[in-house]
T-cell receptor
Framework: AQSVSQHNHHVILSEAASLELGCNYS??????LFWYVQYPGQHLQLLLK??????LVKGIKGFEAEFIKSKFSFNLRKPSVQWSDTAEYFCAVKLKTASKLTFGTGTRLQVTL | DGGITQSPKYLFRKEGQNVTLSCEQN?????MYWYRQDPGQGLRLIYY???????QKGDIAEGYSVSREKKESFPLTVTSAQKNPTAFYLC??????????????FGPGTRLTVL
């Protein structure tokens, strides 16, 4: 069965620390990959996406993610987090030929001053 | 101002009552989706529709029903058969092109509490 795993459920970092959130998937076939963010009280919004080409993708607010096909991973990174990055982060995957997305369980990031 | 609207923001119902959640989009998207979000479980797909008058069950469709009579609207009914209906419900839409980038855009959500 298709699945998406986010192993970090709750991460606490100090401002300026580096961030890496893990995302692994179990899918047969060519995939599209997404990271969404849900800030407190706001809509779920897209951070970045991988469709094809360069496996290192850059998104909004200084986030980036690297698609490593051999490891079935799409980890999210940011070199220096800010207090405003406090939010819940969701990895999502779909088959390239489909419209249906499968989400991971989410990682709650708390950035302290 | 393009986007997805969900109403109401908060909804309270008594156990055993059916309730319908509204979702409207003016993005001219073909595909629409309903998700349920519970703490620690992420988003789980309830139903989705790729075109008007057609819809498919998602991963947790039991106890829910939908209709898609208009491109802009995709209402979700939570029936009395849903054993644990209290949750945060999110509606989304996308261009629906299989093979396309298919980024999904989300509404603000409806928090349903069944008393």
């Amino acid at each position: 069965a298709q699945s998406v795993s986010q192993h970090n459920h709750h991460v606490i970092l100090s401002e300026a620390a580096s961030l890496e959130l893990g995302c692994n998937y179990s899918y047969g076939g060519t995939v599209n990959l997404f990271w969404y963010v849900q800030y407190p009280g706001q809509h779920l919004q897209l951070l970045l996406k991988y469709f094809s080409g360069d496996p290192l993708v850059k998104g909004i607010k200084g986030f980036e993610a690297e698609f490593i096909k051999s490891k079935f991973s799409f980890n999210l990174r940011k070199p220096s987090v800010q207090w405003s990055d406090t939010a819940e982060y969701f990895c999502a995957v779909k088959l390239k030929t489909a419209s249906k997305l499968t989400f991971g369980t989410g990682t709650r990031l708390q950035v302290t001053l | 101002d393009g986007g997805i609207t969900q109403s109401p923001k908060y909804l309270f119902r008594k156990e055993g009552q059916n309730v319908t959640l509204s979702c409207e989009q003016n993005l001219n998207h073909d595909a629409m989706y309903w998700y349920r979000q519970d703490p620690g479980q992420g988003l789980r797909l309830i139903y989705y529709s790729q075109i008007v008058n057609d819809f498919q069950k998602g991963d947790i469709a039991e106890g829910y029903s939908v209709s898609r009579e208009k491109k802009e609207s995709f209402p979700l009914t939570v029936t009395s058969a849903q054993k644990n209906p209290t949750a945060f419900y999110l509606c989304a839409s996308s261009t629906g092109l299989a093979g396309g980038l298919n980024e999904q855009f989300f509404g603000p959500g409806t928090r349903l509490t069944v008393l």
